[in-house]
């Protein structure tokens, strides 16, 4: 029987969410050159997966933190995903943008969060971590007690694990690059002979 882990990743590969191509490297914002893309925004159109996600996410959330107040969401790729979430549980939701609004208000964080509020921070995928943490910190800097952070989907890069582990907030998963790439194998996504290519791409993801 499959985890959750490789149910949720034999779903991103079949929907094509993720597309790997260890031949013909994509190029991400950052210029790193990568064997793998993630697009979770495609999920919102598959209510099987969206169903998937948002129901695995609110199991997660009631296991670990059962006394969450407030469901965040950080924008744009996570706002959906953690709407749902909240309606699901029953909860509040707010969303974080990356800079404050240049106009209006000047709001970074949109909806109502009251002061000392434990929040539950949803992303849709983590890669280095700089801008879900930055998400983090600004709910801090707001007064909320983030009692931790789920993700769809991470590829798990050593300097995203040590950016967690400084900041003192801890990241769950539904799924992650190390459970996809064997699944991806035996389902014929990629040859075998990808896979150590795959493997030394996670580790030094910056040398390629």
């Not at 590969?13 to 490297?25: F, R, V, Y």
């Not at 950052?30 to 993630?38: F, L, N």
């Not at 199991?59 to 969401?73: H, L, N, Q, R, T």
């Not at 969303?95 to 240049?102: D, E, F, L």
């Amino acid at each position: 029987m499959k985890t959750i882990a490789q149910k949720v990743a034999q779903s991103l590969l079949q929907i094509k969410a993720i597309k790997l191509s260890p031949a013909n490297l994509f190029t991400w914002a950052s210029g790193w050159h990568s064997p793998i893309y993630c697009d979770n925004r495609k999920i919102l159109s598959y209510p099987e997966v969206r169903r998937q996600v948002y129901e695995g996410f609110a199991e997660m959330i009631a296991a670990k933190y059962p006394d969450a107040d407030v469901i965040a969401g950080v924008a744009t790729g996570a706002i959906a995903h953690g709407v749902l979430v909240a309606e699901k549980m029953g909860k509040p939701f707010i969303y974080v943008r990356s800079a404050p609004k240049g106009h209006g208000l000047g709001n970074q964080i949109e909806g109502y969060l009251p002061e000392g509020a434990k929040v539950v921070v949803v992303e849709d995928l983590v890669s280095t971590g700089v801008s879900s943490l930055s998400a983090v910190e600004a709910l801090r800097a707001a007064g909320a007690d983030v009692m931790g952070m789920v993700a769809i989907f991470t590829y798990g890069f050593p300097i995203a694990a040590e950016a967690f582990e400084k900041a003192g907030v801890t990241l769950d998963t539904l799924s992650n690059y190390e459970t996809m790439i064997p699944l991806a194998a035996a389902e014929g996504y990629v040859s075998d002979s990808d896979m150590a290519f795959l493997q030394e791409w996670r580790k030094a993801p910056d040398k390629f």
